[in-house]
């Protein structure tokens, strides 16, 4: 029997055809960037005070000197969420008593903002933060915002999967592409927070599901040699380039509200792509629905000008390939065996730490000095030459060392943050994109190894469950982008000691580079400091005769 790609080859590798889905599923995957950071500038917290009514019987000086002060990065900033106590502050002005002068102001009792907040319009308009009053007692509910996004996310990673094999590829790629753009939409309509965050979670589930689904397609329908640039440069920098038209859309659009209609028109725009990208016809040959994929191939063909055999696909071939029946797994194989255990918890701390240190960075960059719109952009852009990087190094170097290598000089940039002083912005700036850039292209490269490691049985399993251990991780992210209000450093020196941990840890894996794909989980490489067991035949045939290893990946 021939595989699906043995009866394809005569389509050619990079034919109009296939230059056609990879740049039309690539260009889907740009409103998948702007939604999944949106949440840096729609809930965007400006400088705020409290508010002091224009009622209150307030002279001038005392007007001026109603809000206490308070030490922040070295300098007497005003207070953000208290204010000298109303009643007694206009006691003293109605005496004719001045602040400072005749009034110790530290002496003074102070209460909380009863009136409301004043909101600096310096940066933003309006968010959801100055639109809610999301501050102070309130100021748990911007994080949690985002962490209910990530959890949207994780319930879509579940989903996405079983909805493309039930209902196929392309429907649920476009379907899950409507549910991020309409209930995007839906969210502009909030009126409140409540409302806003449920809305948000369902977008999160629609937004991974049309990664995913995107992502399967592609490699189902592309050749060996292109699913490879396709998984990483592809999809990666299409992401990457929707993530920059996001700083760029929200510079000249300052309120949240017009901020989301604008960021719906991009998924509108990719709805017309429903009548140019077919469906999988690997998918449509495991529902027997032979005759349609027989079509697309035939289309595919003519496009590509070369000439097609009058079948393509033998049926009766078809059928003994259809009705291979694949052993069963389990999640608790992948804690079958002491080895095999250690790899799995290994590989779930890896990706989650790797999840926290991404996310928080792309998180954080408001909270940087200088222009915020200016630092989003370098945090998407500087997504570009990591994936660059992080494809080239694949392809030449051993797994374990370059990821180790990439997430050591992340790390160890992350907590050279802490020593440069407050007014080198430049500098600041620089460490955490090159942070950044050491994470991101750490987090490129980890379907890739973590595929090569385990065997075929479970290998779709492993990538799955470690790629969940990533969701968790992003639901993380938002507290330790919270924890930068007690104290600016703070995060950089927990994301730098994770980001470090995390390259040594990588270093105790077994090496997958120039391996063969192992087949069955007692073919699986040995943890260092693991004893091996005994080499069966095959194991030391496929030592011998080494394969060449393309993942699709």
């Avoid at 002068?101 to 600096?120: H, K, T």
């Avoid at 797994?329 to 926290?356: G, H, P, Q």
């Amino acid at each position: 029997m021939r595989d699906y790609d043995e009866v394809t080859a005569f389509l050619g590798e990079w034919g109009l055809f296939q230059r056609l889905i990879f740049f039309m599923l690539s260009a889907s995957i740009i409103p998948n960037g702007f939604n999944g950071m949106s949440i840096v500038f729609l809930a965007g917290t400006p400088e705020h005070r409290c508010r002091v009514p224009d009622t209150a019987n307030l002279s001038s000086a005392w007007r001026n000197h109603s809000i206490p002060l308070r030490l922040q990065d070295g300098l007497e900033v005003p207070h953000s969420c208290h204010r000298y106590r109303l009643e007694t502050i206009a006691n003293f002005s109605a005496l004719g008593l001045e602040p400072g002068r005749d009034v110790d102001l530290e002496q003074l009792e102070q209460e909380s903002c009863l009136d409301g907040w004043e909101f600096s319009q310096d940066i933003y308009l309006s968010t959801i933060v100055t639109e809610w009053s999301l501050v102070c007692d309130n100021d748990w509910k911007t994080p949690l915002t985002t962490s209910l996004f990530f959890v949207g996310v994780l319930l879509g990673s579940f989903l996405c999967g079983q909805l493309s094999d039930r209902f196929g590829r392309k429907t649920t790629l476009f379907a899950t592409m409507a549910v991020q753009t309409g209930f995007s939409f839906l969210q502009i309509f909030s009126i409140n927070w409540e409302m806003f965050t449920v809305l948000f979670v369902i977008v999160g589930m629609g937004q991974i599901s049309n990664y995913v689904v995107a992502f399967i397609l592609g490699t189902e329908i592309l050749g060996k040699s292109v699913r490879i640039i396709f998984s990483t440069l592809g999809v990666c920098t299409f992401f990457a380039l929707g993530y920059m038209v996001l700083p760029l859309f929200a510079y000249f659009i300052r309120d949240w509200r017009m901020l989301l209609l604008a960021l719906t028109v991009p998924g509108v725009l990719c709805f017309p792509l429903w009548w140019f990208i077919p469906e999988s016809p690997r998918w449509l040959i495991s529902q027997r629905r032979f005759r349609e994929a027989e079509d697309i191939i035939q289309k595919a063909a003519k496009i590509n000008n070369v000439a097609a055999p009058g079948v393509v696909f033998d049926p009766v071939e078809l059928l003994e390939l259809t009705s291979l029946k694949q052993q069963k797994v389990f999640i608790l194989d992948l804690f079958r065996t002491r080895n095999i255990a250690t790899i799995t918890i290994m590989s779930l701390l890896l990706w989650m730490l790797t999840s926290v240190g991404y996310f928080a960075l792309s998180l954080n960059t408001p909270n940087l000095h200088g222009d915020a719109y200016l630092n989003c952009f370098l945090s998407a852009l500087i997504e570009v030459p990591a994936y660059i990087t992080a494809w080239l190094l694949l392809r030449t170097l051993p797994r374990r060392f370059i990821i180790a290598g990439v997430l050591f000089l992340g790390g160890g940039v992350l907590l050279l943050f802490q020593v440069v002083p407050a007014d080198y912005n430049f500098l600041s700036i620089g460490l955490v994109m090159l942070g950044k850039f050491g994470i991101t292209s750490a987090f490129s490269m980890l379907y890739v190894f973590t595929a090569e490691l385990y065997p075929t049985l479970v290998r779709n399993m492993a990538v799955g469950v470690t790629s969940m251990a990533s969701r968790v991780g992003s639901i993380i992210a938002p507290y330790f982008v919270y924890l930068g209000a007690y104290n600016r450093v703070l995060p950089y020196i927990l994301m730098g000691t994770l980001t470090v941990l995390n390259g040594i840890i990588t270093l105790l894996f077994p090496e997958s580079f120039g391996m063969a794909l192992p087949e069955t989980l007692e073919q699986m490489q040995k943890v260092k400091g693991f004893r091996s067991g005994k080499k069966t035949k095959d194991s030391v045939d496929k030592e011998e005769n080494p394969k060449v290893l393309i993942t699709s990946f």
